[in-house]
């Protein structure tokens, strides 16, 4: 099983938002679309929309942390200092798995050839795996997986 594999069984809408934006602005994106990440973009003429960081519930709490309330006003780019860790769609479950693990990281951007073609979550891998699993084990986890 490959990441264009899991891809091929989600919804193809990536939520995205500018470097520029506010973390306010960021939460608000998440809240209203019901995600954990956003891929933080900048717009370039030439290039199109190139993905330059992913901003997570994560990179929200320790905004707060450090920052107190004065964090909602401040840019998403203050927060997204580290290399875009991302896989290619031909790269193999256990690559994303472990590029998850090494990074401490819950969503991994695919890309092929500089083009973002998708986003693969830790949900996403579990509920891979649960529909690998027996029913049994597949009623018990999908109550996690849907909280």
Do not use: W, Y
């Amino acid at each position: 099983m490959r990441a264009e594999d899991i891809l091929r069984q989600k919804d193809t809408r990536i939520v995205m938002i500018r470097v520029g934006e506010t973390v306010a602005t960021a939460v608000s994106l998440m809240t209203r679309e019901n995600v954990g990440a956003l891929l933080v973009k900048e717009v370039c003429r030439t290039e199109g929309n190139i993905v330059v960081g992913v901003f997570s519930e994560r990179d929200v709490a320790r905004a707060l942390s450090v920052h107190g309330a004065a964090a909602l006003a401040m840019p998403v780019s203050a927060f997204i200092g580290r290399a875009v860790i991302s896989c290619e769609p031909r790269d193999s479950i256990e690559t994303v798995l472990r590029l998850m693990d090494e990074n401490h990281i819950r969503h991994v951007p695919v890309m092929e050839d500089h083009t973002l073609v998708g986003v693969i979550s830790a949900r996403d891998l579990i509920r891979h795996f649960l529909q690998q699993s027996s029913p049994a084990l597949q009623d018990q986890a999908a109550a996690v997986v849907h909280a």
